[in-house]
């Protein structure tokens, strides 16, 4: 079992920067692929960024490209999301997930088994 505890949401105008955590505890967590998807209400769950399971490679959605870095500290057993340039469009609750998928798909979440409770982002215009 993993377990996954987002922290750093909050709210902020836009144009502005939020930098996400998760913190991973449990089984060989830097053993898995991590990443972050996010979800508003009645909306679908949309991958924002993953990140493979020794750093080396990354993938992002292409509403994010550009504005958001994702990032790991296994020696921390850390995920980061850095946020730049947010805009109001990004509000939304953001998740951290974690598990052993194939990253040429890790935008479909049905793939991710491990997800935490979720942290909120807000951005005002």
């Known amino acids: 079992q993993v377990q996954l505890v987002e922290s750093g949401g909050g709210s902020v105008q836009a144009g502005g920067s939020l930098s996400l955590s998760c913190a991973a505890s449990g089984k060989l967590s830097s053993r898995y692929h991590m990443g972050w998807f996010r979800q508003a209400p009645g909306k679908e769950r949309e991958g924002v960024a993953a990140?493979?399971?020794?750093?080396?490679?990354?993938y992002y959605a292409d509403s994010v490209k550009g504005r958001f870095t994702v990032s790991r500290d296994n020696a921390k057993n850390t995920l980061y999301l850095q946020m730049n340039s947010l805009k109001p469009e990004d509000t939304d609750i953001y998740y951290c997930?974690?598990?052993?998928?194939?990253?040429?798909?890790?935008?479909?979440?049905?793939?991710?088994?491990?997800w935490g409770h979720g942290t909120q982002v807000t951005v005002s215009s």
């Open positions: 990140i493979s399971l020794g750093g080396g490679s990354t």
């Open positions: 997930v974690a598990d052993c998928v194939a990253l040429g798909s890790w935008y479909n979440s049905a793939f991710w088994g491990y």
